[in-house]
């Protein structure tokens, strides 16, 4: 377990010490005319409105259900 601890600390240290700006790419740097930023923002919203779709998809198959449980009765 010692030994995990000390890998995962020299890991954090070598992460900290390095040069942060050179991972850096437009959208980390924040340019609005990028592609890459425009890629992410698009990306995003898709992920967005397909987990909302798919969420909404449930709530619907969930009121069908409710609806025809109780016209059963």
Known sequence: ??????YLLLAVG??????????AC???QGDPDSGLTKGAKAGV?????VTYGM????VGIAAC?????????
């Open 26 to 28: 437009a959208v980390c």
């Open 1 to 6: 377990m010692k030994k995990y601890l000390t």
């Open 65 to 73: 259900w409710i609806v025809r449980a109780r016209r059963m009765r």
């Open 55 to 58: 969420l909404m998809g449930f």
């Open 45 to 49: 919203l898709l992920l967005a409105l």
């Open 14 to 23: 070598i992460l900290l010490m390095s040069n942060a700006r050179a991972w």
